[in-house]
């Protein structure tokens, strides 16, 4: 299953040098083929990391069914995290990893 993915990510790290890459909307986002799944990507400077919202869409109607929200402090955890969400994405809607912290907004 080929997922429709779109990223302006940076290749390094956030740092001073590429901060202001990072503050870009829509840092990654993407769908899976049929548009059940699909996920976004965020830099916070006052969280110091990556908000990524995951959800999944009722097809029929067109609503949200679940979503979730992970902080991730590393480029590297939140590129693991969407490679995971790609592999098994009902697991990661409802499985809580340690590596993971909910975030609360």
Do not use: C
Not at 1 to 28: C, D, G, R, V
Not at 64 to 87: G, S, V
């Amino acid at each position: 299953m080929t997922w429709h993915i779109q990223s302006i990510l940076p290749n390094q790290e956030p740092n001073l040098k590429n901060m202001n890459a990072y503050l870009q909307t829509n840092l990654i986002h993407g769908s899976s083929p049929d548009a059940q799944f699909i996920f976004d990507a965020i830099y916070s400077i006052d969280l110091e990391g990556f908000v990524l919202t995951l959800m999944q869409v009722d097809n029929e109607m067109g609503f949200i069914e679940k979503e979730k929200r992970l902080l991730l402090k590393t480029r590297a955890e939140l590129l693991e995290a969407i490679e995971n969400y790609q592999i098994n994405p009902l697991l990661m809607l409802t499985d809580e990893h340690e590596h993971m912290e909910i975030y609360r907004g």
